[in-house]
C-alpha cells in the first residue's frame, strides 16, 4: 500500500520536467510505476502500462505482482486504476 503527497508529486515533476498541467491534480503514471517496480525490487529493464483510471493526489493504493509478470494496481476499494506488464 502507498500514497503518494502533493510534495513527492512535485518534486517529481520538477526532476522530470514534467509541464503537463494535469499532474497538479493526479499523479503521473511513470511516477507510480516506477516507485512500485522500485518497491517490488523487479528487474524489469523495460515496462507497458496500462492506464485505466487516473490516481489522484493522496490515493491510497495497493498494487499486486502477479505471477504472469504483471502488476495491478488499484484503490482501497478494489477499483483497478492501471496494470504494469513486463516487456
Given at each position: ?47 507497458k ?39
Amino acid at each position: 500500500m502507498i500514497q503518494i503527497t502533493r510534495e513527492a508529486v512535485e518534486k517529481y515533476i520538477k526532476l522530470t520536467n514534467d509541464q503537463n498541467p494535469i499532474h497538479a491534480q493526479i499523479v503521473p503514471g511513470q511516477m507510480v510505476a516506477q516507485l512500485i517496480i522500485s518497491q517490488l525490487q523487479l528487474d524489469w529493464s523495460s515496462f507497458k502500462i496500462k492506464y485505466v483510471e487516473s490516481i489522484e493526489i493522496n490515493e491510497v493504493i495497493n498494487y499486486k505482482y502477479t505471477p504472469d509478470n504483471k502488476v495491478i494496481v488499484s484503490n482501497e476499494y478494489g477499483k483497478i486504476r492501471m496494470k504494469i506488464f513486463k516487456s
